[in-house]
């Protein structure tokens, strides 16, 4: 009974992934995108938050908790922890996955190996 157990969960959680695993077409943000009428309640900005040594196929985890809305953008860092100037799109170098509150650097992408990065987001509690 037990092992049927852990095989139902399996099977759900492999459905929940797979639901949430692309966007419509196939390469941008995954789960679904929060329509601005869904978001109720407080939610915090924040800006500029600094990850470091980020590589292809990392799955980010925002520092600030709550469910993650938005992602206004992501940019290069230096080690000093100034922005560079570089700019990384959206499902190019990124997506966002609302679903897990994550966001994957793409391996495709223009975002190098062992790079700091800062993004800026919006999160609700």
């Known amino acids: 009974m037990r092992r049927l157990y852990y095989l139902m969960a399996a099977i759900t959680m492999a459905a ?3 639901l949430a695993g692309c966007g419509e077409d196939g390469n941008s943000s995954s789960g679904t995108r929060p329509s601005p009428d869904s978001v109720v309640g407080p939610t915090l900005a924040v800006t500029n938050e600094v990850h470091l040594n980020v590589n292809w196929g990392d799955l980010i985890t925002p520092q600030v908790g709550g469910r993650l809305v938005s992602l206004s953008s992501m940019q290069a860092v ?13 499902g ?4 966002v996955n609302f679903a897990l509150n994550r966001v994957e650097i793409i391996t495709t992408g223009n975002i190098p190996p062992h790079s700091d990065i800062a993004i800026s987001y919006t999160t609700q509690f």
């Open 16 to 18: 929940f992934l797979l």
């Open 78 to 90: 230096n080690t000093n922890t100034h922005l560079t100037g570089a700019t990384y799109v959206e």
């Open 92 to 95: 190019i170098d990124y997506r």
